[in-house]
């Protein structure tokens, strides 16, 4: 017997009305039919006061089927669990606006081009509902905020984030400590000291898959370097040598590149760093080696003074004054440099200063 159905769809659940041909009498059928409308209200009640909010009207289709039905058909409405539609986790979408005139558009990604013809308003709605894409995985040109129109040309381009951690060494410092009870020039390591260990995170942005910007999100220190601790001895205990039938009293020996110099060398003048006026018996030397002001013995050259600086002379390098190095007879080479001070008190010198001019 031809019958007709009309089916509610609401989510992934069904309301099916079924009307079917039957034989009961026309008081039953009407019954039935307002049992039937009464439960549809009760529904659509349930739906207004938001006992069913996960239910919305744009998911529900109405399907039809135009089929002759007798006047004795009867209504029969039969209701999947009404407690099953209550659980129902259907997201209700945000309203999409929509124009009356079509609009041509062109879409453009890094693998694809594609025209379209749309009603959409925003561009969002285009190509978030309209195309399926995830905006947070691109960058959209124009801003999708902005609204449709004929002819636009809307680019995508893919975006990726990465983070990525690195480390980095800490190196550690090297501390000097002034021992008494070790020789002078004499070292110790009493501390190796280690390297520490930096953790660095960094956000990197890739645009259709180049990299754009690399930003530092944060730094953290795993481990703390540990400093390395040389004792450097300073006592002086004096001894004697022999050099070339003279006895010489000393405390330390180094042995040093010595070069010599006048007052005509580039960046000299007649005076030195601590105000001597330049003249044989001074010597040029690094403060960090051998200090200022100490007395020293140098084979081939004799006694002198450390009383001058120079920016060439650094580290175990010496320099030798003349009153004219034209008549000097000095040749650059390493010497053995005895340092005297207490040892040898008896030697002096009066060097004339800028002060008793």
Sequence with gaps: MPHKIVRFCVGERKVRLELFKGKESRA?????????????????????????????????????????????????????????????????????????MLKRVEVVSVNSRRKVVTNFRY????????????LSNYVVYPDPEEHLLDGMVIRLVLKKIVVETKHQKIPYNERIVNDPNLEFGATKVVLPGSEGLKELVYRKLYLDGELVSTKLV?????????????HKGTKRVCKEVVIGGRKIKYYAKLRV??????????????????????????????????????????????????????????????????????????????VDVYLLDHCMPEVKFNFRTKWSR
């Design 218 to 230: 944060s730094e953290k220190i795993v481990k703390k370097p540990q400093d390395r601790i040389i």
């Design 28 to 100: 039953k059928t009407v019954i039935k039919i307002g049992v039937g409308l009464i439960i549809f209200i009760a529904l659509l009640i349930f739906i207004i006061l938001g006992r069913l909010p996960s239910v919305n009207f744009d998911f529900v289709k109405v399907l039809a089927k135009q089929e002759k039905a007798s006047d004795r058909a009867f209504l029969a409405v039969r209701l999947y669990s009404l407690q099953e539609l209550l659980k129902l986790n259907i997201s209700r979408p945000e309203p999409i606006e929509r124009d009356i």
């Design 257 to 334: 590149w010595a070069t010599s110099y006048d007052h005509t060398c580039k960046g000299c003048s007649h005076w030195t760093a601590t105000g001597k006026y330049l003249t044989r018996g001074i010597i040029a030397v690094d403060p960090k080696v051998i200090p200022l002001h100490t007395t020293l013995y140098v084979p081939g050259y004799g006694f002198g003074q450390a009383e001058d600086t120079g920016g060439a002379i650094k580290g175990k390098k010496i320099d030798l004054a003349f009153d004219d190095i034209r008549h000097g007879t000095w040749r650059a080479r390493y």
């Design 123 to 134: 561009i969002k709605d285009l190509l978030s509902y309209g195309l399926g894409f995830d």
